[in-house]
């Protein structure tokens, strides 16, 4: 009974799979390592670059990570699990500009990623940005240029309720042209799935965030 | 000489002759997904491109180390190794780039250009072949890739690479970017790839049908 020379044997299958394993391996962590500064790099300016769009008089950005016990200054690593990530503006002066976050929610095409720029002692968001969306240009992209649907964000009221667990109100998006209150967005005419997105996604942001954070904004006053 | 022209003819069969994107047909996601703008397409094109060339390259030369039983797991394991690579790369080059690509640069790994090239053609030729006929594949990918999106960044934002080129009374068509806009561009350049194809043929059978009444 010997084998067929035709059928190889386990080892070696095994034998060469480890080998394409390990090339591969190697290749990957070695591009990872040498990228990993460039990448780091190009995230740091592109957020900054979006932060100091909410805050034109920011001059430093420093990323700090919400968790439920109190705030930590963030590392080069994404937000842990259950941290909500931030961002302090600091003008020339060191002082506390505001704060900036990200909302995302699903819109009509894909995630519609926001930064909202919160001022704490208004407890208002004073401005909008968006980080990322594959939204129908012409239609839903005009988040980004409809200037009644950004004046939404010149002072949208997302104080905290008493308790300081919650919002006070839910931020809302309201079919275009029934805004009552202040924490209502109103939507564009024919762009409510996008609107909608972005008021879900400050929504859900602002009620995770602003009850960590508030208790802790001393500790942000000035740059450290 | 001989192997001198067999190379080149490796490199133009991708180019021209079995173009992936107008004679074969493959790799039609990202052909219609990132053809929104030129400078999208030719970004894709090139990201494909690399991926294509360096696995060809190496399944070639591990091909008398590959045993027939594990080469497809090998093949991706490889395809997706250097997919990873171009995704580090690209957002290490520019960020706007990663973002406008978006889940694609991951998606090259199913892209059936790559592993049909490695199964096809590089796990059976030898390693300068393998590139060869890899780089003009992934060329001509490239340039069919930006055969569409020029048309679509045209007429869908009056563009070309982000230059405006109408002015700024002109009306954009929308449609041009939304994705039935990449069937209809892909249709046409099809259509008139079909039509120098069948003009072809019929010229080389109306010469061969003179040649044979001149014999006569």
Known sequence: MSRDPEITSSTDMIRALGLIAAIC???????????????????????????????????????????????????????????????????????LAGIAAEGSSAGYADQVRVLYAWDPEKQLIIGLGVISMRETPGIGDKILVDRDFLHNFVALDVSLAADLNSLAHMVKTVKHGT?????????????????KAVGRGINQSAQALLPRLMPHLAQLRNKS | ??????????????????????????????????????????????????????SCL?????????????????????????????????????????EALGAYIKLIVANC????????????????????????????????????????????????????????HFQPWVIMVLPPGGFFVLAGWLILFAAIKARNSSQLSSGERALEGGKS
């Open chain 2, 113 to 168: 250009i790559l592993l049909g090239r490695a199964e096809a053609h590089a796990a059976k030729t030898p390693p300068v072949a393998a590139s060869l006929n890899a780089c003009g594949m992934g060329l001509g990918f490239t340039l069919g890739l930006l055969a569409i999106g020029a048309v679509r960044e045209i007429f869908g934002s009056g563009m070309l690479f982000g230059v405006s080129l109408f002015g700024p």
């Open chain 2, 1 to 54: 000489m001989t192997s001198l022209v067999s190379n080149f003819d490796e490199f133009m069969d991708g180019l021209w002759k079995q173009n992936p994107i107008f004679v074969m047909v493959l790799g039609m996601c990202p052909t219609l997904a990132v053809t929104v703008s030129a400078i999208n397409s030719i970004s894709m094109g090139l990201a494909t491109t690399f991926v294509l060339v360096a």
């Open chain 1, 179 to 195: 805004k009552s209150h202040d924490w209502e967005i109103d939507a564009i005419s024919g762009a409510t799935v996008t609107s």
């Open chain 1, 25 to 95: 391996g190697i290749i990957i962590v070695g591009v990872y390592e040498f990228t990993l500064d460039a990448v780091n790099a190009n995230k740091k300016i592109a957020l900054e670059r979006q932060v100091f769009k909410v805050f034109p008089h920011a001059k430093t950005v420093d990323a700090f990570d919400a968790l439920p016990g109190g705030i930590s200054p963030a590392g080069d690593h994404d937000a842990l699990a259950g941290a909500v990530r931030f961002y302090a503006a600091y003008d020339a002066t060191g002082k």
């Open chain 2, 58 to 98: 190496l399944v070639s030369l591990l091909r008398h180390a590959i045993p027939k039983e594990v080469r497809i797991a090998s093949y991706i394991v490889i395809i997706a190794t250097f997919v990873t690579v171009v995704d580090y790369a690209i957002q290490a080059i520019s960020l706007e780039l990663y």
